[in-house]
């Protein structure tokens, strides 16, 4: 149990690193972008500057918030706190989805007035490139970490600064093209990337309702078969598991011979709960051990 808390804490401290390098990343693209909005005096690259505002903030919101998912269980919560990581990541989905409506209008709003999109300069694009080039880093990174760690909400994180990726992306293609006569084009795009924020909506919520409902962490027959096949047990029944912030929890009766001294079917549940973490990558296992 010691090695478990000190494993969690160890999660918990490298995920707000993560996140509090992520906000340095997010503010040198923040104030890049201010530059470059102001300078070429277009709005939409402004807006995108306070939605990268936004990230930062969320960075900061988050590296509290994973302080609080990874205390240890209490009276209130003898599962933990895990599952605040991932009301976090779902949190997200509500900001994407106030990014494809403002995207939505903005894109529909051009279209309806015939609006070029905003003319950058040289050096304007190659800043915002360089935005660019940041993002898809933090974006990588994060998704990278996010797996590493288990962690529902740096993956959840990822998908939207990978969101941010595509707006900047919008931005830059509108302009070029602007240039060579076509226009319409960014509008176009954008609607495209408002499909693609529904998507990735759609992934976070896939992976993280399961886990908020409860939904079994391994299959019962797996967890039967391999509690089964240990010396001693005649069956397995009463399976139960779930998962939450990459832990994965499990209940389990087992039946053995009720002749057995409660020493002997001690170490036979014992055994058990080694062999479910063995083979099932199960980090806590409750064994119940009842007699034939």
Not at 15 to 44: D, E, P, T, W, Y
Not at 282 to 288: E, K, P, S, T
Request: proline share 3%; charged share 20%.
């Amino acid at each position: 149990m010691v090695v478990a808390r000190a494993a969690g804490r160890d999660r918990t401290a490298s995920i707000q690193r993560v996140f509090l390098g992520l906000l340095a990343a997010n503010l040198v693209v923040v104030g890049a972008k201010v530059v470059i909005g102001v300078s070429a005096g277009s709005l939409s690259v402004i807006s995108d500057a306070v939605h990268a505002s936004v990230d930062a903030f969320n960075n900061i919101v988050f590296a509290v918030l994973i302080r609080y998912a990874g205390a240890e269980a209490d009276a209130n919560h003898p599962y933990g706190h895990g599952k605040f990581e991932v009301l976090g990541a779902l949190g997200i989905v509500i900001f994407l989805a106030v990014a494809s409506l403002e995207l939505l209008k903005s894109a529909v709003a051009r279209l309806a007035a015939d609006t070029p999109p905003p003319i950058l300069t040289g050096l304007d694009l190659w800043l915002l490139g360089g935005t660019l080039a940041i993002n898809i880093w933090v974006a990588w990174y994060e998704a990278r970490k996010g797996h590493q760690y288990g962690s529902p909400l740096l993956m959840a994180d990822a998908a939207h600064t990978r969101v941010d990726v595509m707006i900047t992306t919008t931005v830059i293609i509108g302009s070029i093209v602007s240039r060579a006569g076509v226009h319409h084009v960014d509008s176009f795009v954008t609607l495209a990337v408002v499909l693609v924020i529904g998507r990735v909506a759609y992934q976070i919520l896939r992976r993280g309702v399961p886990v908020l409902v409860d939904q079994a962490a391994q299959e019962p027959e797996a967890v039967r078969r391999s509690a089964e096949g240990v010396t001693g047990v005649h069956s397995a029944c009463d399976i139960r598991s779930r998962l939450a912030a990459g832990v994965a929890f499990a209940e389990i009766t087992i039946k053995v011979s009720g002749a057995l001294p409660v020493g002997e079917a001690h170490d036979i549940a014992d055994a058990v709960e080694r062999r479910l973490k063995d083979d099932l990558k199960l980090d806590r296992v409750v064994v119940h051990v009842e007699p034939c």
